[in-house]
Each structure stands twice: as C-alpha cells, then as structure tokens.
C-alpha cells in the first residue's frame, strides 16, 4: 500500500512537472526571440538559447517606443476598472443578497442573462453611443462603466454576502449604524476574499484588453500595452525581437498579481458557492 501511494505520488509529480514544462514553454520562447538579433530570429535551424544574448533590445526597447506612457495608460485605466467594480458591485450585490423586494430574483435573472451576451454583439452599438456623446478617443468609455458594475462579479459578492450572518447586521443596527456603514465595518471585512477576487479579475482583463482602447482611442499617445504591442508591426516589417520583449513585459505584473493573490483566488472562488 505504501509503495502503491508513493508510485502515485511520483507519477502525479511527473506529471505536473512535464505539464508545468509546457506550459513555461511559451514564457522561455518569449525571452529566447527577445534577446536574439534581429538578423538571427529567422535563421534556419532555430536555436531555442540565443548565442549571444543582447539584453541590449530591452533598452533599446525604452529608447525606441514610448513604453512608460503605455504602461501609465494601462496602469491608469486598470485602478479606476477595479475602484468602480469594487464600489458598484458591492452596492447592487448587498441589495440582492440582503434586501426582499418584488421581483429581486426575476431582476437577478435578467442581470446573469447579460453574461450571455458577447462582446462582439454590443460593440458597434457602444462605439456608436460613445462617439455620438462625444468620448470617442479618450479613456472614459474603458473605465466608465465599471462604475455601473458587472454581472460576474456582482453575483460572486452576493453569493459570499448572503454567507454573511444576519444577527451581525442587527447588531450593528442596533448600535445605531446605518446602511453604508454596516456595509463598510461589518459586511466587506467579512468578504474580502471575494473583494480581491474581483480586485484581480478586473485587473487581468482590463490590462490584457486589447480590442477596447483598438476601438475607442485613436491617439498614439493614448495606447496602451496591448495597442503598443500592436504597433511594433508596421506595413512593411515586424520587430520579433521588441515585440517578444514587450510582450513579456506586459505578462510580468500579471504574473506578480496572481502570484501574491493565487490564495484569494481560490477561496474566492471555493467560497462563493457554501450558499445558493
């Protein structure tokens, strides 16, 4: 029986090795085309390590494109995505899991039926709505709306909200607190697991989005990572070496964020579901 579990254990830990290989795979290949000359990315046979390195294409990176006002435009938009969702969302999702009303579950329905609705079906209308009020080429329309909540992220709250015990909440009422501040002191505190969830959710699509500002913003000097990415291809040439260096940049804070919220994520997630 005891060499039967360490067989397991040995071929499980095989198998995550060789998938966690794969997976890295593309990571490696990134920084391989990006320290490679530009003369040498095509050469046949490939070479997966460059020989030599010339981690000069990562300063030559900064010199050539403006990388810090693409970066400040993503970082930017990304706080006021996840400042709005956490406000919106933590309003709408404490009145559906706390308050009776009429037709709360019917407009609750309705509310998970937009997560239906792709994206490619509501962009022209919304690029249509945006340019006719006058904020087609400026950062509103990539951060505006998260003031107005979504549904994903309204229904992970209430489902946490509702684990919520509500003699904490009487109690509070009692002491003479009101709403807000029952929510704030009392509700939230209790729920920050799924807060950093949604935290970081936001933070992940609004930093890898690419097809809004492509759609909303026509400055240069508005690009964000992703447009700046898109941008190192021209008519007539694609810099392999800066856009596999750039790219890889633009991975890093993701990385970093998942890293150090991987724990959140999982509770988060776990979690949501102890109550229907």
Known sequence: MKMRRLWGNGASFLFLLVFSVLMLFPL???????????????ADPTKLLPDPAHWRNFVDLFHKYP??????????????NIIGKLISCSLVAYGF??????????????LLATMMLPWAVTMVPLFIFYREIGWYNTFLPLWVPSFFGDAFSIFLLRQFMMGVPNELEEAAKIDGAHLFK?????????????????????????????????????????????????????????????????????????????????????DGITMSGLKA
């Open 28 to 42: 490696v290949w990134m920084l391989s085309t990006a320290l490679k000359p530009s003369y040498n990315i095509t």
């Open 97 to 110: 899991a706390k308050y009776k009303a009429p037709g709360k579950d019917v407009l609750f329905g309705i």
């Open 182 to 266: 029952i929510l704030w002191h009392v509700v939230l505190p209790i729920i920050q697991p799924a807060l950093v969830v949604v935290a970081i959710f936001s933070f992940f699509h609004t930093w890898n989005d690419f097809l809004g500002p492509l759609l909303f913003l026509s400055d240069p000097e508005k690009a964000t990572l992703q447009i700046g990415i898109r941008n190192l291809r021209t008519q007539y040439d694609v810099e392999w070496n800066y856009m596999m260096g750039l790219s890889l940049l633009s991975v890093i804070p993701c990385l970093i964020v998942f890293f150090f919220g991987q724990r959140k994520i999982v």
């Open 67 to 80: 990388i810090a006002t693409y970066t400040w435009n993503t970082l930017y938009i990304s706080v006021l």
